[in-house]
Structure formats: structure tokens, C-alpha cells
């Protein structure tokens, strides 16, 4: 058995030793294909994750709610009545319903900021409780936090800034501890925010958001209403449960029918997140089917060149078959020939893949790039697993048609073919 296949090396070596063109231009079509195959794939992971990523910094996983107007009759109460949900709603939901996780109200006002004789424009100040961090991913640098139940109890004039706000107002400077002005009131810096990635938001993003205690908002702006409610779902998949319950317990105590879908709206995170994996998804499948065409036509330059190289050896076929060579033999040779073409391409094709996506990953590439937007491609071994199978079922084809057709020489008439 060894020997036998070392006649096969032996033989694939001589014939691309001979035909070097031949075989350098067979590789290179299957190791392009692969290479296709691997970018394409890579390139639409990185951009899946990073559009997903971008979403769930806006609302990991949350259900945002609306106060609304009625639009059904209910109880003897009229239509259009004016629902306006309050901040201890937040807490009423967070006790009363199991299957919720956090809940945060949310006040929200454009106001001034000053440090010393440094002034912003006007950014998005938001009053909200100690769970927001966990609901919009407004996580602390080192050295910092964020708000805490004492800044709520006491109504503490403490801030969290965005990334952008803190580097505007304070540079290099470390702001923590600082005092700042916000709508002509003192706060303290209680933390800062590392700059994140959205391609969704509100009233502008995250980096350039200002947070505060909202027992704190509400004692010096009294008259601002409540801009939202945040709830996160223990389970991300009960999330039309928990909107269920939300809307009977709000109905039971604003009074308006529980399916009365204009008295309360949501923003559902986890619905738009699941909506954007089945775009990313759907594209997943036509980059492959791409990248699966190229990798076909290649696997035909393949099965060209192998019944070029069968009538080339048709006077060498004669003389095995003559000297007691059996027709598997014949057919394992040429098989196994087209599937070390596609073998060494595809191994070409992947290592060269690895090293590009590789290289991308440690440019140093900026927030606000072009390619930070796309997000870095990923590597998969699943996809580099199916490729290689791919290959190698493209390899098998592409060579059991020549195969045969090598094995239906007949001996004699091979002998006398020049």
C-alpha cells in the first residue's frame, strides 16, 4: 500500500515538474477561489459583528418604553387620554415582574456644560438611575464609576461623562473630581466613559452624552417630563412576554386596555437585533454561494487540465494497463493527482487568507474610519473547515470524469497512440 502510494507522488510530482505552467496556473485558480471564499466570509463576520455591536451599545438586549395617547374606549374612559409614565414606574416593573432584569427611567434635556472658561455646545444631559450603565454598555474607565444608590438617595450633583465630552472639556487633564457646570448648576466627575461604536441612537450617541443621578434631574428641572422607560428581560427570548406584562400593569394603572398598543410603545432592542441577523445571515449565504462559484470554476480549470494530462499519457496508460496495471489503479492516480491540485491551492489560499486578515487586525485604525465602520473581518475555522471540504469534494469531481475516462483506454490502441 505504501508503495503504491508512492508511485502516486512520484507521478504527480513528474507531471508537475514537467508541466510547471500547467500546474502553477491550475493552483492558482483554486487558491484565489479559496482566498475569495475566506475574505468574503471574514469581511461579512467582521461586519455582522460589528453592526450588532454598534446596535447593542445603543440597548443591550433592552425594551424602551413610550408613554402614548389611547386610542381604544375603556372602563367609560374615552379615547385619546394622554399616558405620561413617571419615574417610580421603573421600580414598580423591576418588582412586580419576575422575568425583568433592570429597569432605569430616563429624563433627557439639552443643556449647557462649562469647565473653567471652556465651553460645550449643548449635549444630551440624561437622568437615570444605577442600572443605565448596564442597559446602554456605559461602562467607566479605570479610576472612575458610575452613578450609585447614595447619589440617588441623597440627589448628589454627580456626573458621567461621555468619551467625546470628557476629552472637549478636559483634554489630557484627568477629570475625575472635577466640577462642571451643567445648565449653570456645579457637578462633580464621578467617571468617564471609553469611547464606543454605535450605528443606532438618539438624540445624538453615548460619547456625547452626559449622565446624572435622575432623582437629581428631576429636583432642578421639575417640569421635564419622562423621555423613556429601559427594562432588560432576564431571558432575552421572553421578551414579548415581558411586554405583555408591562401592558397590563401599566393599563391596571393608567387605566387603558392592555392591547391598546398606542398607549404605551416600545423600541425592542432584541427584536431589531434579531431582524439584522437574518439580513447578516441572508448576506452569510450569498457571499458563500460567491465564493462556492469560484471555488466551482475553478474545480473546472481542474478537471480540464486532468483530461489534458490524460490524453498526454495516453501511450503511458497503455503501457501500465498492458504490464497488469488494473483500471482502480489507473483511476486512483488521476483522482488523487486533481485532488493534491486542489489541496495545495486551497492550503495556499488559506494561509494567505490567515495573513491578510491577520494584517488588517493589527493596523492601528481609528473609531471613525471606514474600516472601523466595517469591523474587523474574523477568521472562522467553520468556514475554513467547509472550504477545505468543498475543495476536496471539487478535487474528487474534478477528477473521476478524467479518471475513467483514462481507465476505458484500451491497451493496445494506447500503445500505438504518439
Known amino acids: 500500500m505504501f508503495f503504491r502510494f508512492r508511485l502516486l507522488i512520484q507521478d504527480f510530482y513528474h507531471d508537475i515538474t514537467t508541466q510547471k505552467t500547467r500546474a502553477f496556473l491550475t493552483t492558482f485558480a483554486v487558491a484565489w477561489g479559496t482566498l475569495s471564499v475566506i475574505l468574503l466570509l471574514a469581511f461579512g463576520k467582521g ?26 374606549v375603556y372602563q367609560g374612559l ?45 449635549p444630551y444631559t440624561v437622568g437615570a438611575n444605577t442600572s443605565f450603565d448596564i442597559l446602554r454598555r456605559m461602562y467607566p474607565v479605570a479610576g472612575g464609576r458610575f452613578l450609585s444608590f447614595t447619589d440617588m438617595d441623597e440627589r448628589r450633583r454627580v456626573a458621567f461623562l461621555g468619551f ?8 489630557e487633564e484627568d477629570p475625575i473630581g472635577r466640577e462642571i457646570k451643567i445648565g ?15 450605528n443606532s441612537m438618539s438624540n ?5 452624552r452626559i449622565i446624572i443621578p435622575h432623582t437629581t434631574f428631576h429636583t432642578i428641572w421639575p417640569n421635564r417630563g419622562l423621555w423613556f422607560i429601559a427594562v432588560k428581560p432576564k431571558i ?11 401592558g397590563a400593569l401599566l393599563g391596571r394603572k393608567y387605566r ?14 432584541i427584536e431589531n437585533e434579531a431582524s439584522m441577523r437574518k439580513v447578516f445571515n441572508a448576506i452569510t449565504y450569498f457571499l458563500g454561494t460567491v465564493g462556492g462559484m469560484t471555488l466551482f470554476i475553478a474545480g473546472i480549470g481542474v478537471a480540464n487540465i486532468m483530461y489534458v494530462v490524460v490524453k498526454e499519457r495516453t501511450h503511458e496508460i497503455g503501457v501500465k494497463r498492458a504490464i497488469g496495471a488494473k483500471r482502480s489503479h489507473v483511476i486512483s492516480q488521476f483522482i488523487l493527482e486533481s485532488i493534491f491540485l486542489t489541496a495545495i491551492g486551497g492550503t495556499v489560499g488559506t494561509v494567505l487568507a490567515v495573513l491578510i486578515i491577520g494584517g488588517i487586525n493589527l493596523l492601528p485604525l481609528a473609531e471613525n474610519d471606514s474600516m472601523a465602520f466595517i469591523g474587523s473581518p474574523t477568521f472562522s475555522a467553520p468556514i475554513a473547515m467547509f472550504t477545505i471540504l468543498f475543495l476536496v469534494s471539487i478535487g474528487l469531481i474534478a477528477g473521476i470524469f478524467p479518471a475513467r475516462r483514462a481507465a476505458k483506454v484500451d491497451p493496445v490502441e494506447a500503445l500505438r497512440y504518439e
Request: glycine content about 8%; aromatic content about 8%.
Open 184 to 198: 449653570g448648576y456645579p457637578f462633580v466627575v464621578v467617571g468617564t466613559m471609553p469611547k464606543k461604536f454605535q
Open 236 to 246: 432575552a427570548s421572553e421578551h414579548e412576554i415581558v411586554k405583555s406584562r408591562i
Open 164 to 171: 467625546e465630552i470628557a476629552q472637549t472639556l478636559f483634554g
Open 78 to 122: 374615552p379615547k385619546g387620554r394622554r399616558v405620561r409614565l413617571r419615574a417610580e414606574d421603573a421600580a414598580l416593573l423591576e418588582t412586580s415582574i419576575p422575568e425583568i432584569d433592570f429597569a432605569s427611567p430616563a429624563y433627557g434635556h439639552r443643556l449647557p456644560v462649562e469647565y473653567k472658561d471652556i465651553n460645550t455646545t449643548t
Open 47 to 72: 461586519l455582522e459583528h460589528q453592526m450588532i455591536n454598534g446596535q447593542l451599545n445603543n440597548g443591550d438586549k433592552i425594551i424602551r418604553l413610550f408613554g402614548g395617547n389611547t386610542s381604544k
Open 204 to 208: 445624538g450617541p453615548d460619547d456625547q
Open 256 to 269: 387603558f386596555d392592555a392591547e391598546d398598543d398606542r398607549a404605551v410603545s416600545y423600541w425592542d432592542s
